[in-house]
């Protein structure tokens, strides 16, 4: 069974800073990988998503890595913001509807 | 478009009753699913269509109902609440050939006693 850990839990830097936020993932046998974030009292929104054939995705200030034989997924996010703050969830698609999530970290970004 | 719709954003029930999740999206979307969201779980597939009249279940399924009779509407029922049903619950959806590229609702907070 996919597990999908995503540490640390919550996470605080000033503006400005660069950072990156784990996603770890037991199967390496993933169809792609997919990055959301979500807001309070809002839904998920998607990020990036990596297919299993590619090493990274960009959009932005975001950029996300996968390296399926270690399972391992980073999202760099650059010279943060305020409006960065929010949960990120990272989701490993095993299949059509074998989507495994993982539990988010919980970015606050202080000004 | 107002995208994937949920009704109610907050609800309380007692233990044994019942009530209805309503989800609604105006994209044509073919595939549609509820997750429920639980603190140190992650999202956790309950239900989902793939079409109007086709509906499977997720990895927890127990103690929940859908059908799905419009491409446009996919209703959860809880059929008699329980207190381990107290959970934030999204409606997702999306076309069936990318199915990874999902719209999530804003969510229903469910708080059973």
């Known amino acids: 069974k996919q597990e999908v850990t995503q540490i640390p839990a919550a996470l605080s830097v000033p503006e400005g800073e660069n950072l990156v936020l784990n996603c770890s993932f037991t199967?390496?046998?993933?169809?792609?990988l997919q990055w959301f974030r979500q807001d309070p009292g809002k839904g998920l929104t998607s990020l990036l998503l990596?297919?299993?054939?590619?090493r990274e995705q960009t959009s932005g200030r975001l950029n996300a890595s996968l390296d399926k034989s270690s399972g391992r997924s980073t999202l760099y996010i650059a010279a943060s913001q305020p409006g960065d703050s929010a949960t990120y969830l990272c989701?490993?698609?095993?299949?059509?509807?074998?989507?495994?999530f993982g539990t988010g970290t919980k970015l606050q970004v202080i000004p | 478009n107002a995208g994937v719709t949920q009704t109610p954003k907050f609800q309380v029930l007692k233990t044994g009753q019942s009530m209805t999740l309503q989800c609604a999206q105006d994209?044509?979307?073919?595939?549609m699913s509820w997750y429920r969201q639980d603190p140190g779980m992650g999202l956790r597939l309950i239900h989902y269509?793939?079409?109007?009249?086709?509906?499977d279940q997720g990895e927890v399924p127990n103690g929940y109902n859908v059908s799905r009779s419009t491409t446009e509407d996919f209703p959860l029922r809880l059929l008699s609440a329980a207190p381990s049903q107290t959970s934030v619950y999204f409606c997702?959806?999306?076309?069936?050939?990318?199915?990874?590229?999902?719209?999530f609702g804003p969510g229903t907070r469910l708080t059973v006693t």
């Open positions: 997702a959806s999306s076309y069936s050939d990318r199915p990874y590229e999902q719209y």
């Open positions: 199967d390496s046998a993933i169809y792609n």
């Open positions: 994209m044509n979307h073919e595939y």
């Open positions: 269509s793939v079409g109007a009249g086709i509906t």
């Open positions: 990596i297919q299993s054939s590619q």
């Open positions: 989701a490993v698609g095993g299949g059509y509807q074998k989507v495994t």
